[in-house]
C-alpha cells in the first residue's frame, strides 16, 4: 500500500470510529490525541479497524509512544511498513 492509500485508508478507519467528525478539516499531522480528534478509548476501536484493513493483527512492537499520534504516523506505522 503506498503512503497516500495508507493516510485514505486510516481516515476510512477513523471515520467509523468517529463518524460524528469531519476528518476533512484536519491535515495528516494533527495530533490526534491531543486535539482530541479520538479518544485513549477509540484508539482500541481503530486497531481492530486498521487490522482489518491490512488483513494482519497489530504486534505489540508497533505498540510504541507515538505510534496514534496523527494519520500520517498511523499510516507509516500500520499499514505502510506491514507491507516491507
Given at each position: 500500500?503506498?503512503?497516500?492509500?495508507?493516510?485514505?485508508?486510516?481516515?476510512a478507519?477513523?471515520?467509523?470510529?468517529?463518524?460524528?467528525?469531519?476528518?476533512?478539516?484536519?491535515?495528516?499531522?494533527?495530533?490526534?490525541?491531543q486535539e482530541?480528534?479520538?479518544?485513549?478509548?477509540?484508539?482500541?476501536?481503530l486497531?481492530?479497524?486498521?487490522?482489518?484493513?491490512?488483513?494482519?493483527?497489530?504486534?505489540?512492537?508497533?505498540?510504541?509512544?507515538?505510534?496514534?499520534?496523527?494519520?500520517?504516523?498511523?499510516?507509516?506505522?500500520?499499514?505502510?511498513?506491514?507491507?516491507?
Amino acid at each position: 500500500m503506498s503512503p497516500g492509500q495508507a493516510r485514505l485508508a486510516v481516515r476510512a478507519c477513523l471515520q467509523v470510529v468517529r463518524p460524528e467528525f469531519e476528518l476533512d478539516q484536519i491535515a495528516d499531522d494533527t495530533p490526534l490525541l491531543q486535539e482530541r480528534v479520538i479518544t485513549s478509548f477509540q484508539v482500541l476501536d481503530l486497531i481492530v479497524h486498521l487490522e482489518h484493513v491490512s488483513g494482519r493483527p497489530v504486534v505489540r512492537e508497533q505498540l510504541t509512544p507515538g505510534s496514534f499520534r496523527d494519520i500520517a504516523t498511523i499510516a507509516r506505522v500500520f499499514l505502510v511498513e506491514v507491507e516491507s
